[in-house]
């Protein structure tokens, strides 16, 4: 994985493995699968070999799984917002 350190610059970057973060609100709100895509849309955290610098960088997943994310929020402040305007102006 090409993940360069920002302090150095340095290549020789790894991985730290951080459980994996779901918030037990967004669990009870949405269900257990949008936990799930919240937790895998956090940057992962990276430790420098060179430097000991640690930083977060965006990967790959990240980026797929906060696009996803995105795309839920934006879905329910839209179905949120739809249900709150035929409240307002009910048809017929
Ligand atoms: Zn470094």
Redesign the pocket.
């Known amino acids: 994985m090409a993940v360069q350190?920002p302090?150095?610059g340095?290549s020789s970057c790894e991985k730290i493995e951080q459980p994996l973060h779901i918030p037990l609100l967004l669990i009870l709100l949405g269900g257990f699968i949008w936990g799930v895509i919240y937790g895998l849309s956090r940057e992962p955290r990276f430790r420098?070999g060179?430097?000991e610098?640690r930083f977060f960088a965006r990967t790959l997943v990240s980026q797929v799984f906060s696009v996803i994310w995105y795309l839920f929020i934006t879905l329910v402040l839209t179905g949120f917002g739809y249900a709150v305007y035929s409240f307002l102006f009910p048809t017929g």
Do not use: K, L, Y
Request: with cysteine.
């Open positions: 350190c302090s150095c340095g420098c060179a430097c610098h």
